[in-house]
């Protein structure tokens, strides 16, 4: 799926066919390929407020959230802590934001329960989504022992199906591009990047603001363009250098990085 950023600003009477079409395109949990994708964003006639997140986007988040789900392997996403014992008490002692996690990455530790409602009830409903809720907030340690101990009976543990955890995804990346499209923006890098290159930022925002809209020296290394130590930086100092299982997730995003130059 390919995404125009030349076109102009388009009238209320046609956001109806672009929000449909983009609706029919994203949503289906069936596309699991990564689209060829234009060379050059040009962004000087969009409005900010039309950002949409692209299929690549929601591929590059999806296949490292829960890869047996994003490649119809299993067809329900269990709540689940990402981590063991030692994980949460390392997550407590730095105070991270890891908690119980629902399809694509969604995580609850990082939510309250009225933010998790609102953003569950479109999608599985008000009843579900109250179950969902009890776990939001509960972070490191205490999430662990609600929904990762090995002593817990897991079939107590509410589900989601794959077409709800990729809704959920959609809605849930929407901020993450709005705030990476703000800082190329901000840092007049409009027509610097490929979209190949916005989507692994907003990919990385979308784990952690920290390691794209709210980062420093990867925004400093693209405005000299400075490409190899953007990748480098996403490969050595972007959460690897905590927590090591990251590390192939973040190689494969460097090189989708680095690829835009070839």
């Known amino acids: 799926m390919s995404h125009s950023f030349t076109a102009p600003k388009l009238q209320k009477h046609h956001m109806v066919l672009?929000?449909?079409?983009?609706?029919?395109?994203?949503?289906?949990?069936?596309?699991?390929?990564?689209?060829?994708?234009?060379?050059?964003?040009?962004?000087?006639?969009?409005?900010?407020?039309?950002?949409?997140?692209?299929?690549?986007?929601?591929?590059?988040?999806?296949?490292?959230?829960?890869?047996?789900?994003?490649?119809?392997?299993?067809?329900?996403?269990?709540l689940h802590y990402p981590g063991g014992w030692q994980h949460a008490r390392e997550c407590t002692a730095r105070g991270c934001?890891?908690?119980?996690?629902?399809?694509?990455?969604?995580?609850?530790?990082?939510?309250?329960?009225?933010?998790?409602?609102?953003?569950?009830?479109?999608?599985?409903?008000?009843?579900?989504?109250?179950?969902?809720?009890?776990y939001a907030g509960k972070i490191g340690k205490a999430a662990y022992r609600a929904c990762g101990r090995k002593s817990l009976d897991k079939s107590t543990l509410p589900t989601m199906s794959r077409d709800e955890s990729w809704q959920l995804l959609a809605k849930s990346m929407v901020p993450h591009k709005k705030a990476v499209m703000k800082r190329i923006y901000d840092e007049k890098l409009q027509n610097s990047l490929s979209d190949h290159q916005v989507a692994v930022?907003?990919?990385?925002?979308?784990?952690?603001?920290?390691?794209?809209?709210?980062?420093?020296?990867?925004?400093?290394?693209?405005?000299?363009?400075?490409?190899?130590?953007?990748?480098?930086?996403?490969?050595?100092?972007?959460?690897?250098?905590?927590l090591s299982a990251l590390q192939p997730r973040r190689d494969a995003e460097a090189k989708i990085f680095l690829s835009a130059l070839q």
Request: with cysteine.
């Open 18 to 78: 672009m929000l449909a079409t983009f609706v029919l395109a994203v949503f289906s949990p069936n596309n699991a390929q990564t689209p060829a994708l234009t060379k050059k964003l040009n962004l000087d006639t969009l409005d900010k407020q039309d950002y949409v997140v692209t299929e690549e986007e929601l591929q590059l988040a999806a296949k490292y959230e829960d890869k047996p789900l994003f490649l119809q392997k299993t067809a329900n996403s269990r």
């Open 97 to 134: 934001t890891n908690g119980c996690t629902i399809g694509f990455g969604y995580n609850l530790g990082a939510r309250s329960a009225r933010e998790a409602k609102r953003d569950l009830r479109p999608i599985v409903g008000a009843e579900r989504a109250n179950e969902f809720a009890a």
């Open 201 to 242: 930022l907003v990919a990385l925002d979308f784990q952690n603001p920290k390691l794209a809209s709210r980062a420093k020296m990867i925004w400093h290394h693209m405005k000299r363009g400075e490409f190899n130590q953007v990748a480098s930086e996403i490969k050595q100092n972007s959460g690897s250098q905590i």
